[in-house]
């Protein structure tokens, strides 16, 4: 178990922009930062992130939390895990009151995948710096391609000896179990049971997650054998799934950053060729067909994509059809492509660093003009075949969900096509109408589905559905645990009411109130038990809570996605009181719109009760309790300035 000491040690040197700035593209916007939110897909930023509160808010799916909770959520990890975590990040060193049963694998299973892909990715690294045939294969191998050692070493690069079970025998001899050498695909088991190696007679490519934990492998064969596979990646796991990783982006996630473009190629080798060249901001998608979540993987740190393509025009033709998705998540995509026969590997060793940064500088072009002037080209003056191009041209321009960016690519590609413009547009619409249609449809058609008979899906009248009844005291009793959380430490002097903490004024005035919402109810009792045990709660102790509910609860009532604009006051001259400045406005508004709703409900009830009840004793005490509620709501009322009629 980490130490409590150690623990407020991380939680008070994790800045949440830092943490969070590892994964998501942040900009900053007022007193906040905001990207688009990792847990969720967007293309309009809400995911705001506070730097002075240390918390982050989404406003789209919800999330929240502090940077402990960031790292839970996105990279999966245990409450001790994330601390760890960020305990590395911040060098900080974890004192723990029990030894660490880690290298023994025996923590969580996650991490024992982890663990052992992290010791086949030294072994293999050692292999080839200091084994024999490392060196004369592996390392001769890559120094043939033109690599240098620098380059090498930056991606962890290796080597796994043609052996039967190198790799197996000595995970095991360091007490990796069997269990995780199979689920890492690291190690086979054969018909007879024997355990041998994946990855024999390869030089490797480890495979890096966000963070830089290695989670898979790349194997390239130096055979020439065609019977064996040229390259043997590591199956899926628990760690590892293809489609959620780019190769090279924990290497290339500042520069990306920094330079807010994104090369992207198909191979390791590409990636490394392009490192070469000095050119820090280049991933790969690893020879698989670029998904939707590496796209969004990208775009966590930039809008702008440039694709590096090879000479080949089949395979240009083919990359074609699957880029229109890029173009629907909303970001910008240039292309560049080299001569024939070359790729970005070849034709950067063919020209050197200098002359390969200054051609993809000068030929990159936009992804719509790029794909018009080769489908052109294949076309000819066959009229059919143009007719289906311009089609094809006008529905990628469909999926650009930017009007203004659609329209510009509509104007210019009138001019290549020698289209007019109108027609262009027609058609444009014509796609963007069916697609409408189409969702719409494949809406209802699911939401039919699953609330209603098939035979309701066309009824001339929608069924009444029943709508769940909120309750009732919630937006008052949220608004009071709002001004408890923010301005709970805030020591007030009003008239009549002298050193005293806004805290526990409200507190006090809550005693006879009972809150209807079980959350709700929790956290005034925390705050309640703080102030017996002789302190006030702060905002942070609540946003770092270890009761999630309570830590989400705190952070959506302290941020908001809007701001005022500074303008208001410098340039119209519009000066707008907040409500800090109005303390005591604020906090008797919150009790007395919560009490006023709690007392009329109870007035109702004893007036029905006044309605059937016959004993006089019974009578007298409801007079009594009414009576009693009427002089509290005189008060309250007299608060608002509002004048009941008797």
Not at 240 to 262: E, M, P, T, W
Request: charge should be negative; proline fraction near 3%.
């Amino acid at each position: 178990m980490i130490t409590a000491e150690t623990i407020e040690k991380i939680k008070e040197t994790a800045r949440i922009e830092e943490v969070v700035g590892d994964f998501v593209h942040l900009k900053k916007r007022g007193s906040s930062l905001i990207g688009n939110c990792p847990f969720h897909g967007e293309k309009t930023p809400s995911f705001h992130v506070s730097v002075s509160k240390g918390i982050y808010k989404c406003f789209g799916c919800g999330v929240a939390g502090d940077s402990v909770r960031f790292v839970m959520d996105h990279e999966k990890y245990s409450y001790p895990e994330a601390l760890k975590f960020l305990a590395n990040k911040y060098n900080i060193e974890v004192e723990e009151t029990v030894e660490s049963k880690e290298n023994i694998e025996l923590n969580s299973a996650r991490e024992s995948l982890y663990i052992v892909s992290q010791f086949a990715a030294n072994f293999f690294e050692d292999q080839l710096w200091n084994s024999d045939d490392g060196k004369a294969i592996g390392l001769s191998y890559f120094k043939e391609r033109g690599f240098r050692e620098d380059i090498i070493k930056k991606f962890n690069l290796g080597y796994s000896p043609d052996v039967w079970d190198a790799l197996t025998q000595e995970a095991l001899k360091n007490q990796h179990t069997e269990e995780y050498l199979e689920k890492t695909g690291l190690s086979i088991r054969n018909e007879k049971g024997k355990l041998y190696d994946r990855f024999r007679g390869r030089v490797m490519f480890p495979i890096h997650n966000f963070t830089g934990r290695v989670i898979g492998f790349g194997g390239r064969t130096l055979k020439t054998d065609k019977n064996v596979p040229k390259y043997v990646n590591s199956p899926e796991s628990d760690i590892y799934h293809k489609s959620n990783v780019l190769y090279g982006l924990f290497q290339a996630k500042k520069a990306i950053r920094d330079n807010d473009n994104c090369y992207l190629v198909e191979g390791y080798a590409d990636v490394l060729a392009v490192q070469q060249a000095y050119i820090e901001n280049v991933v790969a998608s690893s020879g698989t067909s670029l998904t939707i979540e590496q796209i969004r993987l990208i775009a966590r740190f930039t809008q702008n994509v440039t694709i590096l393509y090879d000479g080949d025009a089949a395979g240009i033709k083919a990359s074609l059809r699957g880029l229109d998705m890029i173009l629907e998540e909303g970001l910008n995509v240039k292309v560049v492509s080299f001569p024939n026969g070359d790729d970005p590997d070849s034709y950067m060793h063919k020209v050197g660093a200098g002359a390969f940064k200054t051609y993809i500088e000068e030929q990159r072009q936009d992804f719509i003009l790029y794909k018009a002037n080769i489908l052109l080209a294949e076309a000819g003056k066959d009229p059919i075949k143009k007719a289906g191009i311009i089609r094809d041209i006008v529905e990628s321009i469909a999926k650009i969900p930017d009007n203004i960016k659609a329209s510009v690519f509509i104007k210019e590609c009138s001019h290549l096509l020698e289209i007019e413009e109108r027609v262009l547009l027609i058609e444009l619409n014509a796609i963007k109408v069916a697609k409408h249609k189409k969702t719409s449809t494949a809406k209802l058609v699911s939401q039919a589905s699953m609330d209603m008979p098939p035979d309701d899906l066309f009824a001339d009248d929608e069924p009444i559905r029943e709508i769940p009844i909120a309750e009732e005291d919630r937006e008052q009793e949220l608004e009071v645990l709002r001004v408890l959380i923010t301005y709970g430490n805030e020591l007030v002097y009003w008239e009549g009411i002298e050193n005293m903490y806004v805290g526990t004024f409200i507190i006090q005035n809550l005693a006879d109130v009972v809150f209807k919402n079980g959350l709700f109810d929790r956290v005034v009792k925390l705050y309640w038990n703080s102030i017996e045990k002789g302190y006030l709660p702060t905002a942070n102790s609540f946003f770092h809570n270890d009761d999630k509910e309570i830590a989400d609860l705190a952070i959506s009532l302290s941020s908001s996605q809007y701001e005022l604009s500074p303008n208001w006051e410098k340039k119209h001259g519009i000066y707008v009181k907040q409500e800090a400045q109005h303390l005591k406005k604020t906090v008797l508004d919150s009790i007395f719109h919560l009490k006023r709703k709690k007392i009329n409900r109870m007035k109702k009830e004893v007036q029905e009760q006044l309605k059937t009840e016959k004993d006089e004793s019974n009578l007298e005490i409801l007079l009594n309790q009414f009576s009693l509620m009427k002089r509290v709501e005189m008060t309250i009322s007299s608060h608002f300035g509002i004048v009941i009629n008797e």
